[in-house]
Nanobody
Framework: QVRLVESGGGLVQAAGSLRLSCTTSGLTLSNGVMGWFRQAPGKEREFVAAINWRSGTPRYADSVKGRFTISRDNAKITVDLQMNSLKPEDTAVYYC??????????????????WGQGTQVTVSS
């Protein structure tokens, strides 16, 4: 059984930083992708960042470029999201997701096979 578990969310003031982590169990990932999405109340789930597991190539939503950094640990099959210069509009539930298999559609939630339960990030102004 595959499990993804996020941690590291919380309350932070604007301009602050948080680091989210996603640990996995039961997951085999060679050519896949791991990503972070977020969903604010009343809004659709949106892409934040993803990383190609084989090459390590990261991709970011325009709204977080230059502020967020995604990284991976191949051995542990974990992925982190370092979030700097946080803004109130970054407030959302953040979800970790995994796709087992090659894809170029890394921004689409439907691409991913597995999801975590989410962790709340709240940025106060």
């Amino acid at each position: 059984q595959v499990r993804l578990v996020e941690s590291g969310g919380g309350l932070v003031q604007a301009a602050g930083s948080l680091r989210l982590s996603c640990t996995t169990s039961g997951l085999t990932l060679s050519n896949g992708v791991m990503g972070w999405f977020r969903q604010a109340p009343g809004k659709e789930r949106e892409f934040v960042a993803a990383i190609n597991w084989r090459s390590g190539t990261p991709r970011y939503a325009d709204s977080v470029k230059g502020r967020f950094t995604i990284s991976r640990d191949n051995a542990k099959i974990t992925v982190d999201l370092q979030m700097n210069s946080l803004k109130p509009e970054d407030t959302a539930v953040y979800y970790c997701a995994a796709r087992t298999g090659i894809t170029s559609l890394y921004t689409a939630p439907t691409t991913y096979n597995y999801w975590g339960q989410g962790t709340q990030v709240t940025v106060s102004s």
